[in-house]
Every structure is written in C-alpha cells, then in structure tokens.
C-alpha cells in the first residue's frame, strides 16, 4: 500500500546518500505505522541522538 511505498522511497534515497534526521525520523514511523517493530527501533534509536527529535523517538519507542 502507501506505506510501503513510501518506506521503499525513504530506503532509496537514504541509500542514495540523504542523511538528514527529518527522513530517518519519518522512516522510523513509517515503520512505527506499519508494525516493523525491529526496523522501527534501530532507526528511531538513530534520530533519538538528534536533539529535534529526542522526545518523540523516545515517545515512538516506549509505545511499541
């Protein structure tokens, strides 16, 4: 579905080089909304070191 496919669009451009927290953060929900608990809190661990999005990775964590 949707989801799905904007996750394979945030893998891809990740890969291709995109290191900006906003899109590892979204990745990390996206993950978050569509149960891949596993690669939710590998990346959603990632953006809680960004001072921006601290709270609610950390948020996002705990409600898994």
């Known amino acids: 579905g949707d989801i799905e496919d904007a996750i394979g669009c945030y893998q891809r ?3 291709g080089g995109l290191r900006l ?3 590892y953060f979204m990745l990390g929900m996206l993950y978050v909304a569509n149960q891949h608990e596993h690669e939710a809190k590998k990346i959603l661990a990632m ?3 960004n001072p921006v999005y601290l709270q609610a990775s950390k948020l996002a964590l ?3």
């Open 21 to 23: 927290p906003a899109a």
């Open 62 to 64: 705990t409600q898994q």
């Open 13 to 15: 451009a990740i890969k």
């Open 47 to 49: 953006t809680a070191n």
